[in-house]
């Protein structure tokens, strides 16, 4: 274990004038708070925060970070609260402990949801002060390196899948990658020791049969360089197990089929050497094609700048090769806590070191930290803590490709991203509008894959908006957040209308009259800011109309009726008040948007039921559902006859239902059981134009076959004709459509 002296004389190495009292004290309060507790190890507990502090001083963290990581744990597992650590170091440090607190309470419940919920919380928590996020990591992988000592094999399992999930990737997505590397092996080999252990095996053997091969390549380029005056230093480095594996099982192939088991990491003075040491390389060895990366000119998100390139070696071995300068190593290596390390980058040398305690960098100018305002953004917009973690992971574990706007604007993007990402990734409302895109010049469709260093011109129209189908179109989490946020926002709007509607039903079913004054009582008593949010409560079916009217009119009495009178009132109230009179027409009812059905919709159609435009229709209100639509005729609503205030009266939006849009209905037949028989139907749907979704046998014998066939048609009428034909078929028994399961 560390001791005081040894800590604060690691911090005052990299910042002399650090506040040496404040490390003292931290050490001091932790070491005394902490106590006798012990860990699984049976190590003192205070072992752990020490050893998370001496992780961070190898960062060059500033005072307040190792004095947080001193602290991280008072809180949570002491007597200590917010307050003492506030009055005896400062608001800094509290306010970083008790975000770092937070995330370690957050993992104790770390399950099934919950899990999901627990990473949005950590994002929001870490884009406040990136420096939470780096002591929590340092905590993650000094937990990670002692998890052997935990006796339970399940919960060795649950922490490292967590870690080899969220943290690692996270580490990478910050630049961190000596952090990410290190979590994923120590993952690895709690979730998978036979594989790791092989692959050891296996790595040992051939470093063996290789001899001297890695020393004799890096001398090799140290004096080829060496000639052309070049300073570099050039190592020779050995994938790790767990990259290998990943390797070897997203291509399907062997150990022994990688070529790129062993690199050279080339370090250099400064960027102009980067890019001479590369063609020195190129002039004197063949490179493979495809192969050449230039990630100083695109850096990537996470702010890594190298230069990539895989060469015909010595000895006519394939040899991939990384160029960088010393600051890019930094960086590469240690991620946005190599900005704490320096004060001018300016002319690409590398700065002198803080002379001074080292204070936080602009975080608003460092591309991984903006990213996680991207996140936060994305939180912002609602959903599911599911999606979001779909989302965030669609952003964490995809390569890059680089594209431009016509201005010159370089937009990064995940490989596989669409155009349609491209317009989200410029901004929420181009995307929200683009109709399409140009791609080097020519027309394309939005769904069209990217590829490195295209241009693209976004084409938008003022009354364009997202569909549903734009969901499967693109790649990254911040379209499909986009996207999903615009469908659900025109979903509450839905719900509104149709909980207005059904409120006013409900009033009027029960003789009295209704008014928003009125409805303003039951705000108070039911808990709710204004009357759209009520509506929309009542349209989700997560409150009742009914109990709006006894919150409003406590003194009112519901009338009760007969199960049949309940449902012959609600039928004539719903499709035509009056004999012969017809609903459709009626300007009060509920129109069946053209979306009905959709993703985002508040409405929906009832499982296997299969209403046409002109049929009569009806809408129950069902809690957490939103309106599901029956056809007026089926016997399923008799289950709702009790509760009048469900139904809601519904009409097909008829003027704007396109010709072209097809719905699905159900047909019941009985064929003749001949050769050619269906093919004589086939042909007729074909030629009054409808479709046929799907075909199944219910019942076979010698004479007959009876089918049920899913088609698609335009509306009753369509389906009517079409059966009027079907049945003077001589091929044909008989024929009847199906619009509930109960007719079948």
Same mark, same amino acid.
């Given at each position: 274990?560390?001791?005081?002296?040894?800590?604060?004389?690691?911090?005052?190495?990299?910042?002399?004038h650090?506040?040496?009292?404040?490390?003292?004290?931290?050490?001091?309060?932790?070491?005394?708070?902490?106590?006798?507790?012990k860990?699984?190890?049976?190590?003192?507990?205070?072992?752990?925060?020490?050893?998370?502090?001496?992780?961070?001083?190898?960062?060059?963290?500033?005072?307040?970070?190792?004095?947080?990581?001193?602290?991280?744990?008072?809180?949570?597992?002491?007597?200590?609260?917010?307050?003492?650590?506030?009055?005896?170091?400062?608001?800094?440090?509290?306010?970083?402990?008790?975000?770092?607190?937070?995330?370690?309470?957050?993992?104790?419940?770390?399950?099934?949801?919950?899990?999901?919920?627990?990473?949005?919380?950590?994002?929001?928590?870490?884009?406040?002060?990136?420096?939470?996020l780096?002591?929590?990591?340092?905590?993650?992988?000094?937990?990670?390196?002692?998890?052997?000592?935990?006796?339970?094999?399940?919960?060795?399992?649950?922490?490292?899948?967590?870690?080899?999930?969220?943290?690692?990737p996270?580490?990478?997505?910050?630049?961190?990658?000596?952090?990410?590397?290190?979590?994923?092996?120590?993952?690895?080999?709690?979730?998978?020791?036979?594989?790791?252990?092989?692959?050891?095996?296996?790595?040992?053997?051939?470093?063996?049969?290789?001899?001297?091969?890695?020393?004799?390549?890096?001398?090799?380029?140290?004096?080829?360089?060496?000639?052309?005056?070049?300073?570099?230093?050039?190592?020779?480095?050995?994938?790790?197990?767990?990259?290998?594996?990943?390797?070897?099982?997203?291509?399907?192939?062997?150990?022994e089929?990688?070529?790129?088991?062993?690199?050279?990491?080339?370090?250099?003075?400064?960027?102009?050497?980067c890019?001479?040491?590369l063609?020195?390389?190129?002039?004197?060895?063949?490179?493979?094609?495809?192969?050449?990366?230039?990630?100083?000119?695109?850096?990537?998100?996470?702010?890594?700048?190298?230069?990539?390139?895989?060469?015909?070696g010595?000895?006519?071995?394939?040899?991939?090769?990384?160029?960088?300068?010393?600051?890019?190593?930094s960086?590469?290596?240690?991620?946005?806590?190599?900005?704490?390390?320096?004060?001018?980058?300016?002319?690409?040398?590398?700065?002198?070191l803080?002379?001074?305690?080292?204070?936080?960098?602009?975080?608003?100018?460092?591309?991984?930290?903006?990213?996680?305002?991207?996140?936060?953004?994305?939180?912002?917009?609602?959903?599911?803590?599911?999606?979001?973690?779909?989302?965030?992971k669609?952003?964490?574990?995809?390569?890059?490709?680089?594209?431009?706007?016509?201005?010159?604007?370089?937009?990064?993007?995940?490989?596989?991203?669409t155009?349609?990402?491209?317009?989200?990734?410029?901004?929420?409302?181009?995307?929200?509008?683009?109709?399409?895109?140009?791609?080097?010049?020519?027309?394309?469709?939005?769904?069209?894959?990217?590829?490195?260093?295209?241009?693209?011109?976004?084409?938008?129209?003022?009354?364009?908006?997202?569909?549903?189908?734009?969901?499967?179109?693109?790649?990254?989490?911040?379209?499909?957040?986009?996207?999903?946020?615009?469908?659900?926002?025109?979903?509450?709007?839905?719900?509104?209308?149709?909980?207005?509607?059904?409120?006013?039903?409900?009033?009027?079913?029960?003789?009295?009259?209704?008014?928003?004054?009125?409805?303003?009582?039951?705000?108070?008593?039911? $808990?709710? %800011? &204004?009357?759209?949010?009520?509506?929309?409560?009542? =349209? *989700?079916?997560? !409150? /009742?109309?009914? +109990?709006?009217?006894?919150?409003?009119?406590p003194?009112?009495?519901?009338?009760?009726?007969?199960?049949?009178?309940?449902?012959?009132?609600?039928?004539?109230?719903?499709?035509?008040?009056?004999?012969?009179e017809?609903?459709?027409?009626?300007?009060?009812s509920?129109?069946?948007?053209?979306?009905?059905?959709?993703?985002?919709s508040?409405?929906?159609?009832?499982?296997?039921?299969?209403?046409?435009?002109?049929?009569?229709?009806?809408?129950?209100t069902?809690?957490?559902?939103?309106?599901?639509?029956?056809?007026?005729?089926?016997?399923?609503?008799?289950?709702?006859?009790?509760?009048?205030?469900?139904?809601?009266?519904?009409?097909? $939006?008829? %003027? &704007?239902?396109?010709?072209?849009?097809?719905?699905? =209905? *159900?047909?019941? !037949? /009985?064929?003749? +059981?001949?050769?050619?028989?269906?093919?004589?139907?086939?042909?007729?749907?074909?030629?009054?134009?409808?479709?046929?979704?799907?075909?199944?046998?219910?019942?076979?014998?010698?004479?007959?076959?009876?089918?049920?066939?899913?088609?698609?048609?335009?509306?009753?009428?369509?389906?009517?004709?079409?059966?009027?034909?079907?049945k003077?078929?001589?091929?044909?028994?008989?024929?009847?459509?199906?619009?509930?399961?109960?007719?079948?």
């Open positions: 274990m560390m001791r005081q002296y040894e800590l604060v004389d690691r911090v005052t190495d990299y910042a002399p650090a506040n040496e009292d404040l490390l003292n004290r931290a050490y001091v309060f932790a070491t005394q708070k902490h106590g006798d507790q860990r699984a190890s049976g190590d003192p507990y205070f072992s752990h925060p020490i050893e998370v502090a001496g992780i961070l001083t190898d960062l060059r963290l500033d005072t307040a970070s190792i004095a947080t990581a001193l602290l991280h744990d008072t809180i949570e597992d002491t007597d200590t609260d917010y307050e003492e650590i506030e009055s005896l170091f400062g608001e800094e440090i509290a306010k970083l402990v008790d975000g770092v607190t937070k995330l370690s309470r957050l993992e104790l419940s770390s399950e099934g949801s919950a899990h999901a919920e627990n990473f949005r919380k950590l994002l929001l928590a870490t884009a406040e002060d990136i420096r939470i780096l002591v929590k990591l340092a905590d993650r992988l000094h937990n990670m390196r002692t998890l052997y000592f935990i006796p339970s094999e399940a919960k060795r399992r649950r922490i490292a899948e967590e870690t080899l999930d969220i943290y690692a996270l580490a990478g997505r910050i630049g961190m990658q000596n952090f990410r590397e290190e979590l994923e092996d120590l993952s690895f080999s709690h979730i998978n020791p036979q594989a790791r252990d092989l692959i050891k095996d296996r790595l040992a053997s051939l470093q063996k049969n290789s001899g001297t091969q890695l020393d004799d390549i890096s001398y090799t380029f140290y004096n080829l360089l060496a000639e052309h005056d070049i300073r570099a230093h050039v190592v020779g480095r050995q994938k790790s197990p767990f990259s290998i594996w990943r390797k070897m099982q997203s291509k399907s192939i062997s150990l089929q990688l070529s790129d088991i062993f690199g050279y990491r080339i370090i250099v003075e400064n960027e102009d050497d890019y001479r040491a063609g020195v390389l190129h002039r004197q060895y063949n490179y493979v094609q495809g192969r050449y990366k230039d990630y100083i000119s695109t850096p990537k998100l996470n702010g890594y700048r190298s230069l990539h390139t895989t060469i015909i010595p000895d006519n071995k394939r040899v991939e090769v990384q160029i960088r300068d010393k600051q890019m190593e960086v590469a290596e240690n991620g946005i806590a190599a900005h704490w390390w320096y004060k001018d980058l300016g002319d690409g040398h590398i700065g002198e803080f002379d001074t305690t080292p204070a936080s960098p602009d975080m608003e100018t460092i591309e991984p930290f903006q990213w996680l305002r991207d996140m936060v953004a994305q939180i912002r917009r609602g959903g599911t803590a599911e999606e979001f973690l779909e989302n965030t669609l952003e964490l574990f995809n390569d890059q490709v680089f594209c431009f706007t016509p201005k010159g604007r370089l937009i990064s993007l995940p490989h596989g991203a155009a349609l990402d491209f317009a989200y990734a410029v901004h929420t409302q181009i995307g929200n509008s683009c109709v399409g895109a140009r791609i080097n010049g020519r027309k394309l469709p939005l769904r069209t894959t990217l590829n490195n260093g295209d241009e693209i011109e976004i084409i938008r129209a003022d009354d364009a908006a997202p569909r549903e189908t734009w969901l499967h179109q693109v790649k990254t989490g911040k379209a499909k957040s986009a996207i999903r946020h615009y469908l659900r926002e025109g979903e509450a709007a839905t719900y509104a209308g149709l909980g207005k509607r059904m409120v006013y039903n409900s009033f009027e079913s029960e003789g009295e009259t209704c008014n928003p004054t009125l409805l303003e009582r039951a705000l108070g008593v039911m $808990d709710f %800011d &204004n009357l759209e949010s009520l509506y929309a409560a009542i =349209g *989700r079916g997560d !409150v /009742s109309a009914t +109990n709006v009217l006894q919150a409003v009119l003194e009112h009495k519901i009338q009760k009726s007969d199960k049949r009178r309940g449902l012959a009132g609600a039928v004539r109230s719903l499709i035509g008040r009056g004999k012969g017809d609903i459709q027409g009626d300007p009060s509920v129109v069946l948007p053209v979306g009905a059905g959709r993703y985002g508040a409405i929906r159609f009832a499982p296997d039921h299969f209403p046409l435009p002109q049929d009569k229709i009806v809408g129950i069902t809690a957490g559902a939103g309106l599901i639509v029956y056809p007026a005729s089926s016997p399923a609503l008799d289950e709702y006859s009790d509760t009048p205030e469900r139904w809601v009266q519904m009409r097909w $939006d008829m %003027d &704007n239902i396109s010709r072209e849009r097809l719905f699905q =209905g *159900r047909l019941l !037949v /009985s064929v003749i +059981n001949r050769t050619g028989s269906l093919s004589a139907i086939t042909q007729t749907f074909a030629d009054f134009g409808a479709n046929i979704a799907n075909l199944s046998i219910t019942q076979r014998n010698d004479d007959f076959c009876d089918l049920i066939i899913d088609i698609e048609v335009r509306d009753v009428p369509h389906v009517s004709k079409l059966i009027d034909v079907l003077g078929s001589s091929v044909i028994s008989s024929i009847e459509r199906i619009t509930s399961p109960q007719q079948e």
